[in-house]
C-alpha cells in the first residue's frame, strides 16, 4: 500500500467562492487595462504605477522632460486624472530630424479610485522626470474636484 493520499474532491460551495473571489479580482482590475489603440496624432501616454503605502495611494507617472507648468492634477468623482502636454521639438540650426521617437503632445490619464482620499492633504511632486502623487485615506467620500498643486524638486 502506498504513503500518498488522494485529495479530497472540491465541494461545490468551494468553487462556487473561488468563481466569485476570481470574479470579483478581474472587475477590480478593469480599470487598469489599458487597450492597444492607436492614438490620435500628438496623444500620447505616460507609464503609471499605482499602490498603497502608510494609509495613502501612491500614484507614480512617467513625464520625462515636463515642467510643472506643463501638467495638471486633478481628483473628481473618484477618480484621478493627470493631464499635460509636451510641445514638439525643433531642430535648430537647420538641422532635420532623422527619427523621432518621444512622443509629444497632450495627454490625459485617468485613474479610478477606489478608496476615497483627503484631496486637501494630497501632495504632487515631481523629481527626475516622476510625477509622484501622494493621495492620504479618508472615511467619508466628496463629490468635489479639486486641482493638487506640483513643486518642482531637483534631482
Not at 515642467?67 to 473628481?76: D, M, S
Request: glycine letters at 8%; a positive charge; charged letters at 25%.
Amino acid at each position: 500500500m502506498s504513503g500518498t493520499r488522494r485529495p479530497l474532491p472540491a465541494r461545490p460551495s468551494d468553487l462556487g467562492l473561488l468563481q466569485r473571489e476570481m470574479n470579483q479580482l478581474f472587475e477590480r482590475l478593469m480599470p487598469f487595462d489599458r487597450p492597444e489603440q492607436p492614438q490620435a496624432a500628438g496623444e500620447w501616454t505616460p507609464s503609471v504605477d499605482v499602490y498603497e503605502c502608510g494609509g495613502c495611494l501612491m500614484v507614480v507617472a512617467e513625464v520625462p522632460g515636463l515642467p510643472p507648468e506643463a501638467l495638471r492634477v486633478t481628483c473628481v468623482n473618484q477618480q484621478l486624472v493627470i493631464t499635460g502636454e509636451r510641445r514638439s521639438r525643433r531642430p535648430s540650426g537647420g538641422a532635420a530630424y532623422l527619427c523621432l521617437e518621444r512622443p509629444h503632445g497632450r495627454f490625459s490619464r485617468t485613474i479610478p479610485l477606489d478608496t476615497a482620499v483627503n484631496v486637501s492633504r494630497a501632495e504632487a511632486r515631481l523629481s527626475g522626470g516622476l510625477l509622484m502623487i501622494r493621495l492620504p485615506r479618508l472615511e467619508d467620500r466628496r463629490g468635489r474636484e479639486a486641482e493638487i498643486p506640483i513643486k518642482q524638486e531637483e534631482p
